[in-house]
T-cell receptor, first 113, second 111 residues
Framework: GAGVSQSPSNKVTEKGKDVELRCDPI?????LYWYRQSLGQGLEFLIY????????KSGLPSDRFSAERTGGSVSTLTIQRTQQEDSAVYLC???????????FGPGTRLTVL | KQEVTQIPAALSVPEGENLVLNCSFT??????LQWFRQDPGKGLTSLLL?????REQTSGRLNASLDKSSGRSTLYIAASQPGDSATYLC??????????FGQGTILTVHP
């Protein structure tokens, strides 16, 4: 029952490798968000999915970042050719609809060596 | 571009004190404002959501107010406890749930 879940909880990768981060939102929530939390930048919005609409990708920092949401539920955030500046905690949130209360997962801590 | 500022950056108080955390934002065209707490190494826990049409919300010992026209919100914590120690984050929604966060207030409540 749960809340939002994310996997893995920790990921260590080498510079240049691709990584995939997974988010399972709360059942029935139509809106899903990805955020990034880093020491220098604080918490920043990355991408937003609402139902079957095209995602809002306005927060993605570069074209190395992409995300998809399958069947209106699970979402995967992919980072290609990782760089050291990608090291951060990646947080996923879901809500019943846009502008409703957002519930966050525990995050994935990504370290790029 | 929306900017959110939280004051103070850190606060240390003895147990039992009532305290106020402040949040200000530059663009008053918001849909709602949400307060969160974050414990070290954890995700965010939602505390209170105030819609733009509301002036305040209460949950237990927490009370949050919103003055949209002046771009301010306060989070009031009554009778603070050591378990309240955490980072408190304010976030405003200016577009379809895309939250803009402040840098947070680190609260320490000592016994």
């Amino acid at each position: 029952g749960a809340g939002v879940s994310q996997s893995p909880s920790n990921k260590v990768t080498e510079k240049g490798k691709d990584v995939e981060l997974r988010c399972d939102p709360i059942s029935g929530h139509t809106a899903l968000y990805w955020y990034r939390q880093s020491l220098g930048q604080g918490l920043e919005f990355l991408i937003y999915f609402q139902g079957n609409s095209a995602p809002d990708k306005s927060g993605l920092p570069s074209d190395r970042f992409s995300a998809e949401r399958t069947g209106g539920s699970v979402s995967t955030l992919t980072i290609q050719r990782t760089q050291q500046e990608d090291s951060a905690v990646y947080l996923c949130a879901s809500s019943q609809g846009a502008e409703d209360e957002q519930f966050f997962g525990p995050g994935t801590r990504l370290t790029v060596l | 571009k929306q900017e959110v500022t939280q004051i103070p950056a850190a606060l240390s108080v003895p147990e039992g004190e009532n305290l106020v955390l402040n949040c200000s934002f530059t663009d008053s065209a918001i849909y709602n404002l949400q307060w969160f707490r974050q414990d070290p190494g954890k995700g965010l826990t939602s505390l209170l959501l105030i819609q733009s049409s509301q002036r305040e919300q209460t949950s237990g010992r927490l009370n949050a107010s919103l003055d949209k026209s002046s771009g301010r919100s306060t989070l009031y914590i009554a009778a603070s406890q050591p378990g309240d120690s955490a980072t408190y984050l304010c976030a405003v929604d200016t577009s379809y749930g895309k939250l803009t966060f402040g840098q947070g207030t680190i609260l320490t409540v000592h016994p």
